[in-house]
Structures are given as C-alpha cells and as structure tokens.
C-alpha cells in the first residue's frame, strides 16, 4: 500500500501549529504582499488560515506528484514542480519565503538558504520552521532505542541529514542573514494517546527501515510499542529546531 505522505504532512502541520503562529506574528506575515513555501510538499502547510487571506502565496516542491496533489488541497497558492537549490524565480521578489521539514532532505542546505535569501527582498525574512536532530533523540523505555538508531541511520542512508537542526544558527549567519532567533519546539503528550498517531508513526518507522528489518520483526515490535503508548511507559522526543533570520 503507498505510503500516505498528505497525512503525514497534516500531522506535522499540528506539531508546529503553535510555532508557527509564534513565527508568522513575529514577521507579521499578515503584511507581507508575497510569500513562498519551498518544499511545500502537499499544500498542508499552505493552507494554514494565517496565510489563507494571502492571495500570493507561492508554493514549490520538486515533487510532481505532490505540487498536483496541493494544487487541490490549497486551491489559491501559486504553485511550481522545481528544485529549491536552484528556485524559479527573480532576485528581491518575496517578502517571507520559508520552509517546514525541509532542508534535512537537501544534499547542500546552505544553498537552499541562499536560494531563499536571493529571492527575498532587503528587510524580508526567511524562516525554517522544523528540521529535527536525531543524534539528540530520546527513546524511553531503553528498549526501544535501537529504533531509533536504526531510524536515524536509515535516513542517512536516503541521503537525509538527521542532525540537521542543531546546524540551523550556523547556517542562518553562514549565509549572512541578520537578526537570528533560534530555539527548540517542546513537547507535549496527551492521554489517552491518539491511536492513529501511533499508527501514522509506525507506518514511517516502516517508510524508513524497509528492507532493513524483516516485517515479522517490525509487526513484533509495533506490537509491543502500542501496549507501551497504551499503558503510559512510552517516550519519544527529537529535539526539533527552528530558526528566522532577516536579509
């Protein structure tokens, strides 16, 4: 069964809801005339309602399947299949152009910062919303570290940097932006846990280590982990960074 990525794109558009409204209040993204997403995967971020009243809000990922997918998920964004190392567009012509789980999938992502930097016009600013550090991970009980550690490798192994989030301050002053502020999303677990949370979770567990781990192993695991969530024992925690900076 292909992997449902719009649904994963929505479930992380509810872990970085309240950052996000932190971010764009901050930039006052409600007078900003042009904004672009870079890596807007399926539109999930796009159609968050503080954008919504933005009739020029630019969106580009270089996968085709999913700029088709957010031309109908985020019916007024203005949206491109491209490559975010080398972006369609003029120098100055944004007023906000920023990213979400982004830059840790792109083989050079200082580039990627100075695409958007060229793009974005004098005194507008650039923000990468969440790119996690898997090297800071936490897996509670110890039984399940080897997850993800296997995870983490895994990702390496797609071409991904996991611990891309704890470069994102060097990176913003590396490309010469102004005005940095970084931090670290928190985190918050409620009980009961969202049974299809676990669900959508195991099912990237498995995105990520096919062909690593036998499936009988897996389901093995899955197994226990869900009795975990269920009885409270369970703790994940991936310290994800965020950073904004200004041209």
Request: with cysteine; net charge negative.
């Amino acid at each position: 069964m292909p992997f449902d990525w719009h649904s994963r794109y929505q479930q992380q558009a509810l872990w970085t809801a309240q950052l996000r409204h932190y971010l764009f209040s901050n930039v006052q993204v409600n007078k900003s005339k042009r904004i672009l997403e870079v890596g807007c995967g399926t539109g999930a971020i796009l159609s968050d309602p503080e954008l919504c009243d933005n009739p020029s809000r630019f969106g580009l990922d270089i996968n085709e399947q999913s700029v088709y997918k957010a031309v109908h998920i985020s019916h007024s964004s203005l949206l491109c299949v491209g490559d975010g190392l080398n972006l369609p567009y003029t120098n100055s012509c944004f007023d906000l152009a920023f990213c979400h789980f982004y830059l840790l999938w792109v083989k050079d992502a200082g580039l990627a910062l100075r695409e958007m930097k060229r793009v974005t016009r004098k005194g507008g600013h650039i923000i990468a919303m969440a790119e996690p550090d898997y090297g800071g991970r936490i897996d509670f009980p110890e039984t399940y570290r080897w997850i993800g550690q296997l995870q983490k490798k895994a990702l390496e192994n797609q071409g991904a940097n996991p611990e891309i989030g704890r470069h994102l301050s060097s990176l913003f002053a590396l490309v010469g932006l102004g005005n940095i502020e970084t931090g670290v999303m928190g985190g918050q677990w409620t009980h009961p846990i969202d049974p299809d949370s676990i669900i959508n979770e195991w099912a990237v567990f498995k995105q990520d280590l096919y062909g690593v781990l036998p499936a009988s192993i897996l389901q093995q695991f899955e197994e226990m982990d869900v009795r975990s969530w269920k009885n409270r024992e369970r703790t994940i925690f991936i310290p994800t960074f965020y950073a904004m900076g200004q041209v």
